[in-house]
């Protein structure tokens, strides 16, 4: 759940004053972060890839019991809501067009389409601003969205002679197309649970939240779950509501355009976008956008089909684009370069010999440069490997997320010299050392002598790590009301006089004390009373936009390359399905390949380094198939032999079963970060030095998904695609298909 030293604090505390009840809903009771044994936590088995008809089940009992906060989702605007006391609002009183023969169908009826006169109103960024058409709830007649502050919830009826309904009105429906005890089957989540944790979430008002993190979203639905957590939280108004859902710690420009230096600011920024380029993992654009659909459609061709899918809603995608660089499509990628990732092991599916056979192969990818401190399953098929630092060794402004809910940013920055080898001008090797070498040797705009400008408007060079980060905790020195410089004996103190002449060098005289203010305690935080107001509101930036999405046009007009099929743009229960939307029991029997996979982190490894750690191996050297009681009981499985779990296409993945309690039925678990390749397990030879690799590395499974059966080897016979959520394009790690055996 929160593993977090903070939250983790804050959390326990709660829990032993009674002040604090947590429902946790995951396939595998692990790790000892979350047990039952402690009081106010209640683990629930839920099924892989059903975390969305679990939601959707607490919606349909929300609405059927009405203990919704019909005040918070009608507000219209942030504007409204604001001023009724909430902190977002949402889109469940926009109407949507339903009329399948109209032009606009599955859209967000606009001004035009209700045949209303809207003056043209543009953002501050000069972008007009779109006006939507609600029923607005004081008069009952159609209004823009922005002309009203309430909204109709539930409206079905004709505006300007189209049909339409409310976004809230659909996701009524589509929560609805399951019973109760079909997603107590679907999930294996008793409907007294469902119906328990539906009352009770809605009996405490806007303190409450849904904790969903990429393990919950990792599968072919993944985005339903996503979609089902917004809805729950913005149902009840949780959203930037103290208590409730608040997001992302907010925080002062640090790496972009700051009080002091403009770092996001770049003279001669090449004019690329995806107006006139396409991402190499084929997301972010519509197929039927590309420059390839229209000319193969202005050839003759009646509508074409893609080589691999494309991805309208996603963002860029490391899995993606490794799948894109192999299959030399939508284009050949002629260098690849590689920072700090090991997507071939990441990629369920991706570690397979084809895969690995055309990274190699210079026809297939002439040029691979990894930058990186381990050579891991990835970084040992490049052509070059350039040294990296160690976190210890480099600099970072993350911001703290959800473990942290004020104001403020983290600090990293070298508190030792790095390891990796010493250029000639003193510099190390590092990854923004090589990027900083290529971009000049190059003539690339952002890099090199006046790179950086500051607020008053002296140019700065940008070569190195520090050049660039330390003008970042300038900024963060800067913000807001100044720091004070640090005191001389508190910089002695913690030696921090000692630091490199490069550091000093990256800002004026006059920062540089505030700067090391800044480093002596790892980053700034302002109050809480900050960002948190009387009222439960967040009290910094819950003016600006926040609105949650009821409806999803851009989900709902989306098309599916290959099927022509559209999901509904509200929350609904999508069975796990292959690319083209068919769901994966049209192709293979539940019956015979009955059970799911998840993986959850363990303790003892990660992706990377704890498995060279012989301390970590002594506690734990390999993982295990973790099996429910009965489904083993069933299938003659005793704890300690040897298994395989084998997916319709023959995948296999070979290992220790581990009968135990605490794991959901028709589904097995793995730990994450086992059976590696690399990263110690093998002899690696560089420049003719060898280093012995130590099998025990190796030790343990990891989930061997299969490929997507309709793409692979349909669309063409050397196509390589793995299972992948639709929207977002990111690989389903979680659920499959399954049967498991003896060895």
Same mark, same amino acid.
């Given at each position: 759940?929160?593993?977090?030293?903070?939250?983790?604090?804050?959390?326990?505390?709660?829990?032993?004053?009674?002040?604090?009840? $947590?429902?946790?809903?995951?396939?595998?009771? /692990?790790?000892?972060?979350?047990?039952?044994?402690?009081?106010?936590?209640?683990?629930?088995?839920?099924?892989?890839?059903?975390?969305?008809?679990?939601?959707?089940?607490?919606?349909?009992?929300? $609405?059927?019991?009405?203990?919704?906060?019909?005040?918070?989702?009608?507000?219209?605007?942030?504007?409204?809501?604001?001023?009724?006391?909430?902190?977002?609002?949402?889109?469940?009183?926009?109407?949507?067009?339903?009329?399948?023969?109209?032009?606009?169908?599955?859209?967000?009826?606009?001004?035009?389409?209700?045949?209303?006169? /809207?003056?043209?109103?543009?953002?501050?960024?000069?972008?007009?601003?779109?006006? &939507?058409?609600?029923?607005?709830?004081?008069?009952?007649?159609? *209004?823009? +969205?922005? *002309?009203?502050?309430?909204?109709?919830?539930?409206?079905?009826?004709?505006?300007?002679?189209?049909?339409?309904?409310?976004?809230?009105?659909?996701?009524?429906?589509?929560?609805?197309?399951?019973?109760?005890?079909?997603?107590?089957?679907?999930?294996?989540?008793?409907?007294?649970?469902?119906?328990?944790? *539906?009352?009770?979430?809605?009996?405490?008002?806007?303190?409450?939240?849904?904790?969903?993190?990429?393990?919950?979203?990792?599968?072919?639905?993944?985005?339903?779950?996503?979609?089902?957590? /917004?809805?729950? +939280?913005?149902?009840?108004?949780?959203?930037?509501? $103290?208590?409730?859902?608040?997001?992302?710690?907010?925080?002062?420009?640090?790496?972009?355009?700051?009080?002091?230096?403009?770092?996001?600011?770049?003279?001669?920024?090449?004019?690329?976008?995806?107006?006139?380029?396409?991402?190499?993992?084929?997301?972010?654009?519509?197929?039927?956008?590309?420059?390839? &659909?229209?000319?193969?459609?202005?050839?003759?061709?009646?509508?074409?089909?893609?080589?691999?899918?494309?991805?309208?809603?996603?963002?860029?995608?490391?899995?993606?684009?490794?799948?894109? $660089?192999?299959?030399?499509?939508? &284009?050949?990628?002629?260098?690849?370069?590689?920072?700090?990732?090991?997507?071939?092991? /990441?990629?369920?599916?991706?570690?397979?010999?084809?895969?690995?056979?055309?990274?190699?192969?210079?026809?297939?990818?002439?040029?691979?440069?990894?930058?990186?401190?381990?050579?891991?399953?990835?970084?040992?098929?490049?052509?070059? %490997?350039?040294?990296?630092?160690?976190?210890?060794?480099?600099?970072?402004?993350?911001?703290?997320?959800?473990?942290?809910?004020?104001?403020?940013?983290?600090?990293?920055?070298?508190?030792?010299?790095?390891?990796?080898?010493?250029?000639?001008?003193?510099?190390?090797?590092?990854?923004?050392?090589?990027?900083? #070498?290529?971009?000049?040797?190059?003539?690339?705009?952002?890099?090199?002598?006046?790179? %950086?400008?500051?607020?008053?408007?002296?140019?700065?060079?940008?070569? #190195?790590?520090?050049?660039?980060?330390?003008?970042?905790?300038?900024?963060?020195?800067?913000?807001?009301?100044?720091?004070?410089?640090?005191?001389?004996?508190?910089?002695?103190?913690?030696?921090?006089?000692?630091?490199?002449?490069?550091?000093?060098?990256?800002?004026?005289?006059?920062?540089?004390?505030?700067?090391?203010?800044?480093?002596?305690?790892?980053?700034?935080?302002?109050?809480?009373?900050?960002?948190?107001?009387?009222?439960?509101?967040?009290?910094?930036?819950?003016?600006?936009?926040?609105?949650?999405?009821?409806?999803?046009?851009?989900?709902?007009?989306?098309?599916?390359?290959?099927?022509?099929?559209?999901?509904?743009?509200?929350?609904?229960?999508?069975?796990?399905?292959?690319?083209?939307?068919?769901?994966?029991?049209?192709?293979?029997?539940?019956?015979?390949?009955?059970?799911?996979?998840?993986?959850?982190?363990?303790?003892?490894?990660?992706?990377?380094?704890?498995?060279?750690?012989?301390?970590?191996?002594?506690?734990?050297? +390999?993982?295990?198939?973790?099996?429910?009681?009965?489904?083993?009981?069933?299938?003659? %499985?005793? #704890?300690?032999?040897?298994?395989?779990? %084998?997916?319709?296409?023959?995948?296999?993945?070979?290992?220790?079963?581990?009968?135990?309690?605490?794991?959901?039925?028709?589904?097995?678990?793995?730990?994450?970060?086992?059976?590696?390749?690399?990263?110690?397990?093998?002899?690696?030879?560089? #420049?003719?030095?060898?280093?012995?690799?130590?099998?025990?590395?190796?030790?343990?499974?990891?989930?061997?998904?299969?490929?997507?059966?309709?793409?692979?080897?349909?669309?063409?016979?050397?196509?390589?695609?793995?299972?992948?959520?639709?929207?977002?394009?990111?690989?389903?790690?979680?659920?499959?298909?399954?049967?498991?055996?003896?060895?």
């Amino acid at each position: 759940m929160i593993n977090f030293q903070s939250s983790g604090k804050r959390t326990l505390k709660n829990l032993a004053a009674g002040k604090l009840k $947590i429902d946790v809903l995951d396939c595998t009771l /692990a790790n000892g972060s979350v047990t039952p044994t402690i009081p106010g936590i209640n683990w629930i088995p839920i099924k892989p890839a059903t975390n969305a008809a679990f939601c959707a089940a607490l919606v349909q009992k929300i $609405i059927a019991d009405k203990t919704y906060n019909a005040d918070a989702i009608s507000f219209t605007t942030q504007k409204a809501a604001v001023e009724g006391g909430y902190g977002a609002y949402t889109n469940a009183t926009y109407l949507v067009i339903v009329d399948e023969n109209h032009p606009n169908y599955r859209k967000l009826m606009r001004a035009a389409d209700a045949g209303i006169d /809207a003056p043209e109103e543009k953002d501050k960024d000069g972008k007009a601003v779109e006006q &939507y058409v609600v029923i607005d709830a004081a008069t009952g007649q159609p *209004a823009l +969205h922005s *002309a009203c502050s309430k909204g109709t919830l539930e409206y079905e009826g004709e505006v300007n002679g189209v049909k339409v309904r409310t976004g809230f009105s659909l996701l009524t429906e589509t929560v609805n197309e399951y019973t109760m005890d079909e997603y107590a089957e679907i999930t294996g989540v008793p409907v007294e649970d469902l119906e328990r944790i *539906a009352k009770e979430y809605t009996s405490h008002g806007t303190r409450v939240g849904i904790c969903h993190k990429g393990g919950s979203a990792a599968s072919v639905n993944g985005i339903d779950t996503v979609m089902g957590a /917004a809805v729950l +939280h913005a149902i009840v108004g949780a959203n930037q509501m $103290i208590g409730g859902n608040a997001p992302n710690s907010p925080a002062p420009a640090t790496a972009g355009n700051g009080a002091r230096y403009k770092l996001g600011a770049i003279e001669g920024k090449p004019d690329v976008s995806t107006k006139n380029a396409c991402y190499i993992s084929r997301t972010v654009k519509a197929w039927e956008k590309t420059d390839e &659909y229209k000319n193969r459609v202005a050839a003759g061709e009646k509508d074409p089909k893609p080589l691999m899918p494309w991805f309208a809603n996603g963002a860029a995608s490391d899995s993606q684009a490794l799948l894109s $660089i192999v299959n030399k499509y939508p &284009y050949q990628a002629k260098i690849l370069t590689s920072f700090m990732c090991n997507t071939i092991q /990441a990629t369920p599916g991706a570690m397979r010999d084809e895969v690995v056979e055309r990274l190699c192969d210079p026809e297939v990818l002439p040029l691979h440069i990894v930058c990186d401190v381990f050579v891991g399953e990835h970084a040992q098929y490049a052509d070059y %490997i350039v040294p990296d630092v160690t976190p210890y060794e480099s600099f970072g402004l993350p911001t703290t997320g959800t473990t942290f809910t004020g104001y403020g940013t983290t600090v990293r920055w070298q508190v030792k010299e790095p390891e990796s080898m010493k250029l000639d001008d003193g510099r190390h090797a590092s990854w923004e050392t090589f990027l900083a #070498d290529v971009a000049e040797a190059c003539g690339l705009p952002g890099w090199g002598e006046g790179a %950086i400008k500051d607020v008053d408007g002296k140019a700065w060079p940008l070569r #190195d790590a520090a050049d660039f980060y330390l003008k970042a905790v300038a900024n963060l020195a800067y913000a807001e009301e100044p720091v004070a410089d640090i005191d001389a004996r508190e910089a002695q103190l913690q030696g921090l006089d000692e630091l490199p002449d490069s550091f000093k060098a990256a800002v004026s005289d006059e920062e540089w004390p505030k700067v090391q203010n800044v480093l002596s305690r790892g980053g700034r935080y302002w109050p809480m009373s900050y960002v948190h107001d009387a009222d439960g509101r967040r009290s910094r930036g819950y003016k600006d936009e926040n609105q949650a999405y009821f409806y999803s046009e851009k989900r709902a007009t989306n098309k599916n390359c290959y099927s022509g099929k559209q999901l509904p743009g509200t929350l609904r229960y999508n069975p796990e399905t292959f690319t083209d939307l068919s769901p994966m029991e049209d192709h293979f029997s539940r019956e015979e390949y009955p059970f799911g996979a998840s993986e959850h982190k363990p303790r003892f490894r990660s992706i990377s380094m704890l498995s060279n750690s012989p301390v970590m191996r002594d506690l734990c050297s +390999h993982n295990y198939i973790e099996l429910n009681r009965e489904d083993a009981a069933e299938l003659g %499985i005793k #704890d300690g032999d040897k298994v395989r779990a %084998i997916t319709p296409l023959g995948d296999v993945s070979e290992g220790i079963a581990m009968v135990r309690a605490g794991q959901t039925k028709g589904a097995f678990a793995l730990a994450f970060g086992y059976e590696h390749q690399n990263y110690g397990a093998q002899d690696i030879e560089v #420049d003719g030095q060898t280093t012995k690799g130590d099998p025990a590395i190796a030790a343990g499974v990891r989930i061997h998904q299969m490929l997507d059966p309709t793409v692979t080897g349909v669309t063409g016979d050397d196509v390589i695609s793995i299972i992948a959520e639709n929207d977002a394009a990111s690989p389903g790690r979680c659920g499959g298909m399954f049967k498991i055996e003896k060895a």
